[in-house]
């Protein structure tokens, strides 16, 4: 990696810096210090690397006496030692002393990013026994069911429209692939580290989008730790969403670095124009060039079809809110990206597509049904309710700073502007569909780029700026102390928000084998009941069986329907119905804190379905019971 | 070394090459091994990751802009793993998929890659007018 240094940052405190010397020689390295001992260490290196290998110490020494067996209303934030959370401050300290050299020695902040990633995603990797994440467990019966099958099947028509999973199948078909070649028995040999995998290989996408925008290597490094710590949404498991989104990063990268259109730069080409900051326009292409980049483009675009239906949508509007830009008006290749997400949508993806296209009737406009989190219920709980409490916060943090950005580098902001047309495309989204209540975090998670890259820069101030741009000592000193305090701040945002109910994402092993042996016990075309589709196995063998998740809907539905569960089943169970009802522990535990059910709800319908006559126990033991139903 | 004698392709590239244009191989022979050991996913995962990607995009030929090196490794595995997508999708399309024809098919087109000059990235290897001056040798 040839190392461009465009501001060196001298001997300050973290977060200031003193006046970049001058960069005509963008790969020059700083000259050495005149003299020193020979064997002595340096403190500035030795303040480098030594909090990298306390924490790393730290954080292995954490991982035995992390209880997650035994998680109680905080998740894992309570069973987490105090070694571990100071490895967390270590790696914090470590990251903002290596800031002082991110210009001449990036593998520092590099390193210290990626072992951040790490220190936050790698505990469950590393320590659970089982798959983490019930939707994570539904993936991995998608890979089974077409490993299984060995060919597509978009129009099947599965029960809960599972059958959308063939429409868009790149990513199973691709872990189908890895599965195989692994010699593994199935994706649950690997999927607990998707977080880790997608984090590292989004890290340099997320470095060259910065880079486009800014020379400053500090403010760059410091937009990817801010992203890390703002990415609690936990899209970044094994799913079609975190290949999705690391493609459409990869798509954005190449899209402001190389369909810059000619004397389109205006002003922004004169340094004198720019924030100290920020980097200059890449340098313009012609038209060939760019229709060549586009074919370049066009298996990556492919792949964003092939591996989720709405990443090519977000892509789509994301290319066009750069269309607003001079510098990115690029029509066709727009119009390249429409006309594979409308080819996709029309063939393989024609049974879905034509049903949401069905339904936006009612949903377009609908700006507060489509923005709610999830499919019903308020947080219930302490953990839930802090998670949801922490994860607001989080994105008021992040959406302040971003906006501080705005009002105070407002020629950064300009330069950067393609950035944060990227990053606000995505919201009108909600206009449109609710997504089965995840729109709210999918806009979310693809508005962070560049909200991550304009919070860095209202915490890292501008070096080297001269005459009227030069940076007052006094923002340089208020930068030094709100950087490490803003880190420390949105780090501890980040725990609760992405571990606060971690009890509804960690399974033991034994829940999973009850779950598996009563689905294998069903008989092909039996209705499976279950009060959600979260738990573990939930879609074992879907494709033979059908389901109903019935206490998926608002809780007055549900509390009529604690009256008389059995009743309430029976009567809207077809008759000749052979039905298993499968409830476990983890679904006691997310109908609780999703308020899909109210405090002691599970415990009741569980007591009343097993007195009921209409149902006959199959199996009960400490992580739930099965009931058989068949129908009179 | 002057600079007529300097090779049409440097060693350390046609190695690259050669070890780029193999990776495909090797994670195949690695699918002998027993299932879930390391030797046996390691290179398989990095292979699918990188190995298509870095194929595709090195070498680029001429001046490198600062960042080209990064452009390459950031942009290697959402390349690679498009095409990983594509081409087993493609295969489950055809019901042909099995994972040697998965491996076998990204290898192919890995060893035809590094064989080939990098894809063409326009600003990755045009020297920026506005910063970087042209070498005395190139200007005309």
Known sequence: ?????????????????????????????????????????????????????????????????????????????????????????????????????????????????????????????????????????????????????GELRPDEGLSGNMSAYDQWPGFFTLNGGLVRAFGADSAAAYLNWAPVVLGLLMMPVLLLIYRTFSEDRRLVWTAVWIFQLANWVGQDYLAPQGLGFLLHLAVLAVVVRHFVRPGSAGQLRSRACLDPAAAAVPPPTGVRQRAVCAVVLVPVIVAVNAVHQLTPVMLCVTLLALCLTRRYRNLGLLAVAGAIMLAWDLTMGRPLFMETLGTLRDSLGELTQNSRAGYAGQLTGAGPELAGRASILMVLAVAALAGAALLLRRRLAHSALPLLLASVAPVPLFVVNDYGGEMLFRVYLFALPGA???????????????????????????????????????????????????????????????????????????????????????????????????????????????????????????????????????????????GLLPPGGFASLTRDLAASPLFHVVERTGHGVVLRYDSP | MS??????????????????????????????????????????????????????????????????????????????????????????????????????????????????????????????????????????
């Open chain 1, 1 to 149: 990696m040839p190392q461009h240094v465009p501001a060196p940052v001298g001997e300050s405190t973290a977060g200031s810096a003193q006046p970049a010397p001058p960069t005509g020689q963008p790969d020059a390295v700083p000259p050495e210090p005149a003299r020193r001992l020979p064997g002595a260490p340096r403190p500035r290196t030795l303040l480098t690397w030594l909090p990298l290998l306390l924490a790393a110490a730290l954080w292995i020494s954490s991982l035995p006496h992390i209880g997650f067996r035994s998680m109680g209303e905080y998740g894992l934030l309570d069973r987490l030692p105090v070694t571990y959370y100071l490895s967390l401050l270590l790696l914090t300290a470590g990251f903002l002393v290596s800031l002082r050299r991110a210009g001449t020695a990036p593998w520092w902040p590099a390193s210290y990013c990626a072992g951040l990633l790490m220190a936050l995603k790698g505990v469950p990797a590393v320590l659970y026994d089982s798959e983490r994440y019930p939707w994570a467990s539904k993936h991995d019966a998608v890979i089974d069911h077409l490993l299984a099958n």
């Open chain 1, 452 to 594: 991550a890259f304009f919070a860095a820069a209202a915490l890292v101030p501008a070096v080297g700026g001269t005459g009227a741009h030069r940076v007052r000592p006094s923002v340089r000193r208020a930068g030094a102390v709100a950087l490490p305090v803003t880190l420390a701040a949105l780090l501890a945002g980040f725990m609760p928000a992405y571990y606060g109910k971690e009890r509804m994402n960690y399974t033991p092993p034994a829940e999973t084998a009850l779950v598996t042996r009563a689905i294998d016990r069903a008989p092909e075309g039996a209705l499976i009941l279950a009060t959600t589709g979260s738990f573990p196995k939930a879609l074992h063998r879907y494709d033979r069986l059908e389901h109903w998740f019935f206490a998926e809907q608002e809780l007055p539905e549900n509390t009529e329907m604690l009256k008389d569960p059995a009743g309430y089943l029976s009567t809207r169970l077809p008759p000749g119905t052979t039905a298993y009802v499968i409830l476990t522990r983890t679904q006691d535990i997310y109908t609780a804190g999703e």
């Open chain 2, 3 to 140: 600079e007529n004698r300097r090779p049409v392709l440097p060693a350390r590239q046609v190695l690259t090459r050669t070890a780029l244009g193999l990776s495909g191989w090797v994670a195949l022979a690695a699918t002998a091994l027993p299932g879930g050991t390391p030797l046996r996913w390691s290179p398989v995962l990095l292979f699918v990751c990188f190995g298509p990607g870095l194929a595709l995009l090195y070498p680029q030929s001429g001046p490198l802009r600062p960042g080209a090196r990064l452009e390459a490794a950031a942009l290697a595995a959402p390349l690679g793993l498009s095409l990983a997508v594509t081409v087993a999708t493609s295969l489950f399309l055809v019901e042909a998929f099995s994972g040697t024809a998965f491996l076998v098919s990204l290898a192919a087109l890995t060893t035809l890659a590094s064989a080939l000059p990098g894809l063409p990235l326009p600003a990755a290897t045009r020297g920026a007018v506005e910063r970087t001056p042209a070498a005395p040798a190139r200007r005309r």
